[in-house]
């Protein structure tokens, strides 16, 4: 560690994927001073990862070139691990990092939410934006076995993906039935743009049989997953396979909206139609207002940083085509909805918290998040609950709402800086507890 | 691919290509990279930085997560079992 870096910056905007690329480019481009932190060591977020041996995606190249024109400073490597009004605590690995803002811009984005089932803490059982991730990270896949599993979209992205990449997709598991996807399919009628890319990525993966109504019921395998058993609900089989690639759509990232007393409904950032938070001067865009796709995350985020740098007039002129990719927010939500049966996958000795290794049984002698933390030590390890608390959420229909500073684990640097976060002009007092 | 540069992963050298994440360099080295609490062996799953599983030591500071770490040449890695 070299010291403490600091920044003053009109707008900050935190997480460098679409929206927030978006939101900075905005800002940057109305004459704000602008300070972009992401943790990843590359602008583009999930979706616009390169890495390795990718091909650039066209429109990840016109926003990041759009980015790049402005005068934005971009902090990759970056983990934001604390805010407060008019402030951010941030760390690379080199530096500690305070950003000192007029207005803030949270573009956080999603994570993928994972359920236990048995074996699903085998090595090689990964996310299925996990496995993409890894890959563009350069691990080879090339005559791979996988398969995919879980819901979403983004199934059908990763088996694209990784398909041109040389991998042999076992098969697409989509655990939603046909009809309310057919439904979907409806929805998407209005947006051919949408229909095009599911088409194009239907036929990069067209080797891979796509099961609806099919869910996993167990990883199977010694020291890595050698197969999975997957039910589409009258019978079982079992697929061979060298990584099982499992997730169940996305849950928004909320811990730095929590932090700062931005009001949440129904799990995502309460906004205006300015992206205005219900803290003042703070913003929101992207999958934490919605989980709605790429074209709604650019769009929002436009919004929110030409509001941010006080240029409402051009933010204005973007709600009516906020208003179309809206739509597809509520349409995903119906289509995605997890079926009951995956609540009932986890056996009593199945993991339930990877970190602290809480099996599923002393889970459930609870009745609340805070129960069971307090006595299982569940959601207290390094992720901070973000892998089993979300489970929770969504099994245990449990209340989960962490957030308390640092909203990441930091050098003890970091953490005696928070101590000290009384002395910003700002800010008041030490984190609290509990 | 790209140049080639050497990292050690527990005391081994490990020949990677650069841009390579340490997460996939002691995957491909070890197959795991830690184990649990009670003693399972765990690869990553997130693949982005949020579920901790893919944490190993690297040059001397312990819990980097090696998914959002890109391999430099010269690099010490230790994964958790060998600790």
């Known amino acids: 560690m070299n010291g403490v870096n600091e920044k003053v910056c009109d707008v900050a905007v935190v997480g460098a994927g679409p929206a927030g690329i978006a939101a900075a480019s905005a800002a940057a481009e109305a004459g704000a001073s602008v300070v972009l932190l992401d943790d990843n060591p590359a602008p583009g977020g999930q ?105 979403g979209p983004l199934l059908l992205a990763v088996a694209a993906c990784l398909s041109e990449k040389g991998a042999q997709i076992a098969c697409i598991c989509e655990q939603a039935p046909l009809a309310r996807l057919g439904r ?56 061979a396979c060298d990584y099982l690639a499992c997730g169940f759509h996305l849950v928004p990232n909320l811990e730095l909206p929590r932090l700062l007393n931005c009001r949440v409904a129904a799990g995502y950032v309460e906004v205006d139609e300015w992206q205005q938070t219900s803290a003042p001067g703070v913003y929101c865009a992207g999958e934490p207002t919605g989980i709605g796709g790429v074209e709604l995350s650019l769009v929002e985020g436009q919004i929110a940083g030409y509001t941010a740098a006080r240029r409402e007039e051009a933010a204005k002129r973007l709600f009516a085509q906020r208003a179309r990719y809206r ?16 609540a009932t996958l986890a056996k009593p000795d199945t993991i339930f918290c990877r970190c602290e290794d809480v099996p599923f049984e002393r889970m459930q002698e609870h009745h609340s998040w805070k129960a069971a933390k307090l006595h299982t030590r569940c959601g207290m390890g390094p992720c901070q609950g973000r ?48 | 691919m790209a140049e080639r540069i050497t990292v050690q992963i527990n005391g081994q050298p490990c020949d990677v290509p650069a841009g390579m994440s340490v997460a ?55 994964t958790h079992e060998r600790r």
């Open chain 1, 327 to 342: 739509k597809l927010v509520p349409a995903m939500q119906e289509a995605f909805r997890l079926r009951p049966e995956l």
């Open chain 1, 47 to 151: 979706i616009w990862r390169g890495g390795v041996g990718m091909g650039d995606h066209p429109e990840a190249t016109r926003w990041l070139e759009r980015l790049n024109a402005g005068r934005t400073t971009i902090l990759s490597g970056t983990r934001v691990y604390h805010a407060e009004s008019g402030a951010l605590w941030a760390e690379s690995d080199e530096q500690e990092q305070r950003v000192r803002f007029g207005r803030l811009v949270l573009a956080t984005g999603a994570r993928e939410l994972f359920l236990p089932f048995p074996g699903w803490t085998l090595p090689n059982v990964v996310g299925a934006g996990g496995l993409q991730a890894l890959v563009k990270s350069g691990l080879p896949i090339e005559n791979k076995r996988v398969m995919v599993a879980g819901t």
């Open chain 1, 387 to 434: 892998v089993c608390g979300a489970a929770a959420e969504h099994l245990l229909r449990w209340a989960v709402s962490t957030a308390r500073p640092p909203v990441f684990p930091v050098s003890c640097a970091g953490l005696a800086s928070l101590g000290r976060a009384g002395d910003s002009p700002e800010s008041s007092g030490p984190p609290s507890g509990g």
């Open chain 2, 24 to 78: 996939v360099a002691v995957m491909l080295a070890e197959g795991t990279s830690r184990l649990s609490v009670s003693g399972q062996p765990r690869g990553p799953l997130c693949g982005m930085g949020t579920c901790f599983e893919c944490r190993v030591e690297i040059d001397g500071r312990a819990q980097r997560r090696s998914c959002q770490t890109l391999c430099r040449s010269g690099m010490e890695i230790v």
């Open chain 1, 184 to 239: 979907f399919a409806m929805t998407l009628a209005a947006f051919p743009g949408k229909l095009r890319e599911g088409a194009r990525l239907r036929l990069a993966a067209r080797k891979a049989p796509y099961r609806t109504g099919c869910w996993p019921v167990a990883a199977l395998g010694k020291e890595r997953v050698e197969a999975v058993r997957v039910s589409q609900g009258s019978h079982e089989r079992e697929i």
